[in-house]
């Protein structure tokens, strides 16, 4: 039995991520460390809460007597590390706790894979010759883009926010672990994800959220702001590839060429709300698009985001399966059978 550090396993992805992966591998094991934070819920994770081959920790990233132990009790032999703050919004108000957990808290981790996976620089334990360190990054550390061209992995680092800059940081850290000590390191750079178990506060939650409340729904700005959106489980079987298949020491960017801007995503979700939970004849509402308003615009909002996933397309053969049309229409569905609605 082969054990994998999962590490914010509870979120969003990495609890969309945990049950594929344990049923796609039947002889690994999953140790899942989370902080339970508000982005974290077991809930998320409810249906393996008696599974044979699941392992829950309550932890911080940070704690590396905790981390060594882990490593120490279960052997660990590969890291999917996910654990990170991540709302933006929170960053601006609140950056330090971004500094500490995406950067100190990776740099822990790789630190502690290091002395427990290898001799000294470039040499392996023999125990430890198939050990992989994965670190999840998103397509925010590059900046903002204009009206056209795409992120690629040659893309300049341009941070725009704290969120942004600690993740930047992060992936500096993992690079550097491989240049310098010859660890097997992979960074993915994934656009803006969406799908079930998502944090109640970010966008698309937000919107679904609202509407079936029949409060405003806000949209920073102009609603302009365009992202690439990448439904969650495509994310999950890139993840998978690029951990099993990916070249040590490189960085494969995961995107779903889905763009749209914040008001055509809001309004397509309320167009499904129409259909498939119709306002009331006698309600003044005709329809969810009312609720939605304008807001003040974040600072430093980037404009646009767009991946060119060419690499992982081609040299691992991942390809995203959901449309944001057939996505969309799968999520809003379960959050309305999350707030009991359907």
């Not at 040499?123 to 050990?131: E, I, K, L, N, P």
């Amino acid at each position: 039995m082969k054990y994998i550090l999962v590490t914010g396993g509870a979120g969003f992805i990495g609890s969309n991520f945990i049950p594929y992966f344990l049923e796609k591998y039947p002889d690994y094991s999953i140790v899942n460390l989370d902080l339970l934070t508000y982005a974290g819920s077991l809930e998320n994770l409810g249906a393996l809460k008696d599974h044979p081959r699941y392992r829950f920790i309550k932890g911080n990233i940070c704690n590396r007597e905790l981390i060594e132990y882990i490593f120490t009790t279960y052997h660990i032999e590969g890291v999917i590390h996910f654990a990170a703050e991540s709302h933006v919004d929170n960053s601006i108000e609140n950056p330090g706790v971004f500094m500490q957990t995406n950067v100190n808290g990776t740099f822990t981790l790789l630190d502690v894979a290091y002395k427990y996976w290898m001799k000294k620089p470039f040499q392996y334990r023999d125990d430890s010759q198939a050990c992989r360190f994965h670190h999840i990054s998103t397509d925010e550390v590059f900046g903002s883009l204009g009206a056209t061209g795409l992120f690629t992995e040659k893309t300049p680092y341009a941070p725009n926010s704290p969120y942004s800059a600690s993740k930047a940081s992060s992936d500096m850290l993992v690079r550097s672990y491989h240049h310098t000590y010859g660890l097997d390191t992979v960074i993915t750079n994934c656009s803006n994800n969406y799908g079930p178990k998502q944090y109640d506060e970010k966008l698309i939650p937000t919107i679904i959220r609202k509407a079936v409340a029949r409060e405003s729904i806000p949209i920073y700005g102009d609603g302009k702001n365009i992202r690439d959106w990448l439904y969650v489980l495509d994310h999950c079987k890139g993840i998978n590839l690029v951990y099993h298949r990916g070249k040590a020491g490189e960085t494969y960017n995961i995107g779903g060429r889905n763009e749209k801007d914040n008001l055509t995503v809001a309004y397509t979700i309320c167009e499904i709300l129409d259909r498939i939970l119709p306002i009331k004849p006698q309600e003044t509402l005709r329809s969810y698009k009312e609720l939605i308003t304008l807001v003040s615009d974040r600072p430093g909002h980037d404009r646009r985001y767009a991946i060119d996933a060419t690499k992982i397309e081609n040299e691992l053969g991942w390809k995203a399966e959901e449309t944001f049309e057939t996505g969309i229409v799968q999520t809003v569905e379960w959050y309305l059978g999350k707030y009991e609605v359907l």
